[in-house]
């Protein structure tokens, strides 16, 4: 299993605050971005994790040179991670991965830069299936935030998962 993948195993071991990745922890494909770096809050209902953006990721160089910006979608990616750790700690059976369906309302307020550490949190709209669930896509809804000590960068009011692989699966 690639390294970029988020197990059900590390799931299982995030069981309270301030709980750090396993040693090594998951890290991006070459290329993909960012990963979950620390979990700080983890239940069956939502989820916290920070991010440190490292100034030297190769996305940087051409997002762009001058005045870098961290890409939107890595957000979404983001989120979309740590609300598949959110359905594992609720459902031990979950699968391991997920990929992100749908998005509905996200604003971007402002932009992420080199050297930030990102805040990343989301929360379960309503009591949702485990992502394994065999009836209709399984998928879990969602409402999520990308901040920074400054103030929000993302908020999405409604995101969806699924089971599947994530892009860094299918990229690895």
Do not use: W
């Amino acid at each position: 299993m690639p390294s970029s993948t988020l197990t059900r195993e590390a799931a299982r071991l995030c069981a309270g605050p301030g709980f750090a990745l396993p040693s090594p922890a998951p890290t991006p494909a070459p290329g993909d971005g960012l990963a979950l770096d620390r979990i700080t809050g983890l239940t069956a209902a939502s989820g916290r994790a920070l991010v440190n953006v490292p100034s030297t990721l190769p996305l940087f160089d051409t997002h762009f040179q001058r005045s870098p910006i961290v890409p939107g979608v890595l957000y979404l990616q983001l989120l979309a991670d740590l609300a598949a750790l959110v359905v594992a700690q609720g459902d031990p059976d979950a699968v391991e991965s997920s990929t992100l369906r749908e998005v509905q309302r996200a604003k971007f307020r402002r932009m992420g830069r080199p050297g930030d550490q990102l805040t990343v949190s989301v929360e379960a709209l309503a009591p949702h299936r485990p992502l394994g669930d065999a009836t209709d896509d399984g998928g879990a809804a969602f409402r999520g935030s990308v901040a920074v000590p400054e103030g929000i960068l993302m908020d999405v009011r409604r995101f969806v998962v699924v089971p599947g692989p994530s892009p860094r699966e299918v990229l690895a």
